[in-house]
């Protein structure tokens, strides 16, 4: 499957941005979908994962209750809504798939993924 990340770019803190990630190719319905985040001069970082059916999701404590994760299986097309978006937010987001067989199942290790996006700037000025 490719990933193509969409939707980045400047807010000012306390604004919204919503990413969007769609993926090509066959049965994505049976991918779990993550996104991390990587700031300049950090690691790449869990944001937040939904399950296959997007009936399991989880986020970093730092984003809980400001992002939400979503996904159109019919659109193959997986979302992250962010508001109160603060300056460290910050980072390149990418989103991840990992094929589970429609499985339940999601996880916030980077290296579980096999398939990546090539990444979207998004940047929160003060």
């Known amino acids: 499957v490719q990933l193509q990340a969409s939707g980045g770019g400047l807010v000012q803190a306390g604004g919204s941005l919503r990413l969007s990630c769609a993926a090509s190719g066959q049965a994505f319905s049976t991918y779990a979908m993550g996104w991390f985040r990587q700031a300049p001069g950090k690691e790449r970082e869990f944001v937040t994962a939904i399950s296959a059916s997007g009936g399991t999701t989880y986020y970093a404590d730092d984003v809980k209750g400001r992002f939400t994760i979503s996904r159109d299986n019919a659109k193959n097309t997986v979302y992250l809504q962010m508001n109160s978006l603060k300056p460290e937010d910050t980072a390149v987001y990418y989103c991840?798939?990992?094929?589970?067989?429609?499985?339940?199942?999601?996880?916030?290790?980077?290296?579980?993924?096999?398939?990546w996006g090539q990444g979207t700037q998004v940047t929160v000025s003060s």
């Open positions: 991840a798939a990992k094929s589970t067989g429609g499985l339940p199942v999601i996880r916030t290790v980077s290296t579980w993924y096999n398939y």
